[in-house]
């Protein structure tokens, strides 16, 4: 999601500039323009829509315009406003269910009315910045909910399918089965039969001709064929009847009681909300397939995407039409489709438009049945073979039954409440249920722990260790994630007991991985089987001797850095040593040398045969590195840590300010230049990206400079942070912002400014230049907040400098 910069050569001819030194030119003004990829696209999602829409509305037994309405508004107003643009919105398969329930009790107006309030309830949350939170719920009951509706939807639609009406209940429609057996009706089942044949075969059409063939939907292909055939043959079967517009139903005022209106809100914000966001971390995974869209799409924003199907529904419940959500297969065919931004969405809304107002004699023959096919073919494919092989592989097949047949049997809300009070217990018991073993093999005995050590496991913990007889060998492999302090307590104090009697014992991580006890641990008690991290030991008794409370540092890594490297070369893996840092343990005792010697010591006992493979590699074949980093010298940036990165991965240069002097005689500095034209001429590295950081001291100093000061290497080095103080005293530019908030401080808005004007300097290095004219590279923006440990890329969002998240969650998208 990091924007490339674009080129712009160092041409010493070039006219005079009438705009402030050390700032862009003034942006034209765009023009609205449609790619030829996005029209393509638009039209292949109408044709997908069209059917599913008026299917999904006659499933529901509303109005079939709703359906319509709903596609129309879902792909303009949440097309426009959204924050996901290749996610297509729209009337969904999953709110069938719970929409027939609403138009059940309720009538359609009401179901309008409450459409419209859950769609302000979704713009509430998107304001509250909540978004994310639904991605914490459990996948198997997110595929659960969905499966339910799907075998609901598929029960009801097949009474269609043989030519009767469905009840209004799961229970009702299988005990009517039998019965609806005995009147089938002939024309209804061929077409429905007719619909499903081409709609599984044209697919799989062969050879060259099938695959042109398959450009168009198989949707389309199916509703078509068979509503050709009826009207050829001259078969009567219940079709199509759309009503004129003038006398559409539009959104009353709510009739019934509060309680059931609000249970009603909470259910379809509730399933639209996990919907869409769910469907807008999918489209990420499939613009992540494709390298050229990265740069030009971005990642989802997630809160802005519920801003956006928020308005969409409070717009279509107040036109009259269905609840909007995200829909998977209209937004995978829009990325399938070669879809580059969000136009292609909102154009096949104005498709729809025109469909409804210009195709209806066309859209009034089609048969019911051939839509109820439809929609009954995408209820059994909720029901995923996939999902379900996937919670049995997670063990929370339990969670997905329990909320299918929740749904299935009293309702969406009710099903997936009980999915959520199983998913607890099942994570309760798996926090409780451990398992010890002891065994002993070749004199050495193996204590095995499987599963999360907390302090009810202890007891058992303890009769296990001490199976374990006076100076003996023993190894303990802790196989988890988790361990508190109980059970930390129990285990660390059987160690110093077990070593004092002259016993050996070797603790190890998942797969017998060794970790090591940190240097110094009489006076450090810090867990060394946790990963690498900035702790803090016991205040230091002597204020000469280090800072109070000082920081522990991790083994040093490839890069000199302090943190440590996995098997992989990756920095930071789960088996490390702590050894001691500045103003630890040794810090009390005032001897630098010693901590060094204690760290090299610790590097080549614990990481040094981790990476010493790999190392061997980079030193046989060469440095090849990818990127290179320019970072600012401050010790709180660990360059591999915060990119999980190893060796042979970064070019890194780091600088006071993360600088990148303008090349020249009189204002350049050989050793940065040299560095760019080294990794991008000889190394050909296929990004740089430059690096900020939050509570920068050199933007401190740039801040607080006295133009009349003495001229000390620092203030002549600083110099070349001046068109970055400019840049943000510039009143006609926007200054940077920090995930769609403003910097908190001047000192945060000169750490942002700095890093966009250090890109323009980049940009004028003749080495860069040519790269960038070639393709060859990419420049990428980045801002570390330490106090956050949040990384943020640079985007270049309608002219804006935006720096947004890159968080945990974005793991499937592209790393930084």
Wanted: charged residues 15%; aromatic residues 4%; proline residues 6%.
């Amino acid at each position: 999601m990091s924007a490339c910069v674009p080129t712009r050569a160092a041409d010493s001819t070039r006219p005079e500039r009438n705009h402030p030194p050390h700032s862009r030119p003034p942006v034209p003004p765009r023009r609205f323009r449609i790619a030829g990829a996005d029209l393509s696209a638009s039209i292949a999602v109408f044709l997908i829509a069209l059917p599913l829409s008026l299917g999904i509305a006659l499933a529901t037994g509303a109005p079939l315009q709703s359906g319509l309405v709903a596609a129309a508004v879902g792909g303009i107003v949440v097309g426009r406003l959204g924050g996901s643009p290749l996610q297509v919105s729209g009337p969904a398969a999953g709110l069938t269910v719970v929409t027939a329930e609403l138009i059940h009790l309720y009538g359609w107006r009401t179901t309008c009315a409450i459409t419209v309030l859950a769609g302000i309830a979704q713009v509430g949350l998107g304001c509250l910045r909540v978004a994310r939170t639904a991605l914490a719920v459990s996948p198997a009951i997110v595929h659960g909910m969905l499966a339910g509706i799907g075998v609901t939807i598929a029960v009801a639609q097949l009474h269609v399918v043989l030519g009767g009406v469905p009840q209004s209940s799961v229970l009702e429609n299988f005990r009517a089965l039998p019965a609806q057996l005995t009147r089938v009706h002939p024309g209804a089942v061929s077409m429905s039969l007719l619909t499903l044949t081409l709609l599984f075969a044209w697919p799989r059409l062969p050879g060259r001709a099938g695959r042109i063939l398959r450009t168009v939907p198989a949707a389309l292909v199916a509703v078509a064929g068979a509503t050709v055939t009826a009207s050829l043959t001259g078969l009567v079967l219940p079709k199509v009847d759309l009503p004129s517009w003038s006398s559409h139903a539009l959104a009353g005022l709510p009739e019934g009681p509060v309680l059931g209106i609000a249970a009603a809100v909470l259910t379809t914000t509730l399933v639209c909300s996990v919907q869409s966001l769910l469907g807008a971390v999918a489209v990420d995974k499939l613009v992540s397939a494709r390298p050229e869209l990265q740069t030009r799409v971005g990642r989802s924003r997630l809160d802005r995407e519920l801003l956006g199907q928020g308005a969409a529904n409070a717009v279509s419940g107040a036109l009259g039409g269905l609840p909007v959500a995200g829909v998977a297969v209209r937004s995978s065919a829009n990325v399938q489709a070669g879809a580059v931004s969000r136009n292609s969405t909102m154009l096949h809304g104005v498709l729809v438009v025109i469909a409804a107002l210009l195709m209806v004699p066309i859209l009034e023959l089609i048969p019911l049945a051939s839509l109820a096919a439809l929609v009954m073919a995408v209820g059994i494919q909720m029901v995923s073979l996939h999902h379900i092989r996937t919670v049995t592989r997670h063990r929370e097949v339990v969670v997905y039954a329990v909320t299918t047949l929740g749904v299935v049997l009293f309702g969406v809300l009710e099903g997936v409440a009980l999915g959520v009070a199983v998913a607890v217990v099942v994570a309760m018991h798996r926090l409780a249920r451990t398992r010890i073993t002891h065994e002993e093999r070749d004199e050495v005995h193996h204590i095995h722990v499987c599963g999360q050590l907390t302090f009810l496991a202890v007891p058992r913990l303890s009769r296990a260790l001490h199976l374990v007889p006076r100076g003996a060998a023993a190894v303990v492999e802790l196989d988890g994630s988790f361990m508190d302090h109980a059970a930390y307590e129990s285990l660390h104090d059987w160690q110093q007991s077990h070593l004092a009697q002259g016993g050996a014992v070797e603790l190890t991580g998942r797969g017998g991985a060794r970790i090591a006890e940190p240097s110094g641990s009489a006076h450090c008690r810090c867990r060394p089987w946790t990963p690498w991290r900035n702790h803090h030991c016991e205040p230091s008794a002597n204020p000469q001797s280090g800072s109070p409370g000082g920081r522990t540092g991790g083994t040093a890594g490839p890069d000199g850095s302090d943190e440590a490297a996995g098997p992989d070369g990756s920095g930071g893996s789960g088996d490390v040593t702590a050894s001691s840092g500045p103003g630890g343990a040794d810090g009390r005792r005032g001897h630098s040398d010693h901590q060094l010697a204690r760290g090299i010591s610790a590097f080549q006992r614990n990481t040094a045969p981790l990476v010493r493979d790999e190392l061997a590699r980079l030193a046989r074949e060469g440095q090849s590195p990818s990127q290179l980093f320019l970072t600012c010298a401050d010790s709180r940036l660990v360059t591999s840590m915060i990119t999980s990165s190893g060796p042979g991965d970064l070019f890194v240069v780091r600088n006071v300010g993360n600088l990148v002097p303008r090349p020249g005689q009189e204002s350049g500095d050989d050793s940065v230049a040299a560095a760019i034209e080294y990794a991008v001429d000889v190394l050909h590295v296929r990004s740089i990206t430059v690096c900020g950081h939050s509570g920068c001291g050199a933007m401190q100093a740039l801040l607080n400079s006295d133009p009349g000061g003495a001229q000390t290497p620092l203030r002549r080095w600083l110099r070349h942070g001046l068109p970055s103080l400019e840049r943000m005293a510039a009143a006609e530019r926007p200054g940077a912002r920090l995930a769609g908030r403003a910097p908190a401080d001047a000192v945060e808005q000169l750490c942002l400014t700095n890093v966009v004007q250090q890109l323009e300097h980049l940009r004028a290095h003749d080495s860069v230049t040519r790269a960038l004219r070639a393709g060859a590279l990419e420049l990428h923006g980045m801002y570390f907040h330490v106090g956050e440990a949040q990384a943020y890329l640079l985007v270049d969002r309608d002219g804006d400098e935006l720096f947004d998240h890159v968080g945990a969650e974005e793991e499937l998208r592209r790393p930084v």
